[in-house]
Nanobody, 124 residues
Framework: QVHLVESGGGLVQAGGSLRLSCAAS????????MAWFRQAPGKEREFVAH????????YYADSVKDRFTISRDNAKNTGNLQMNSLKPEDTAVYYC?????????????????WGQGTQVTVPS
């Protein structure tokens, strides 16, 4: 069992930056890959970024590539999402997720563990 808690959301003007964090507990963090997803009002949840258990491999959705950076610190059992050049369309609840680090595909199979989410708002 892995317990995840996100933090760092808030309101930021377009063009600004935010850093989300995900604190993990329960199992050996490095055995789990981690991802960030987001869900905007009235829309389905979408994949944002993925990082392997070692941190050596990352994947990004095209919509955030070159603006967002996913990272992790296995010694501190934390994952982060640095978000730069934020746009109004980035407004959503952001969730971190984890699954055992056995798969190459960043979105399949589904993630087993989820945090409660943190709101990011970028006014237009």
């Amino acid at each position: 069992q892995v317990h995840l808690v996100e933090s760092g959301g808030g309101l930021v003007q377009a063009g600004g930056s935010l850093r989300l964090s995900c604190a993990a507990s329960g199992r050996t963090f490095s055995e789990y890959s981690m991802a960030w997803f987001r869900q905007a009002p009235g829309k389905e949840r979408e994949f944002v970024a993925h990082i392997s258990g070692s941190g050596r491999t990352t994947y990004y959705a095209d919509s955030v590539k070159d603006r967002f950076t996913i990272s992790r610190d296995n010694a501190k059992n934390t994952g982060n999402l640095q978000m730069n050049s934020l746009k109004p369309e980035d407004t959503a609840v952001y969730y971190c997720a984890a699954r055992i680090d056995l798969y190459i595909d960043p979105t399949s199979p589904p993630y087993n563990y989820w945090g409660q989410g943190t709101q990011v708002t970028v006014p237009s």
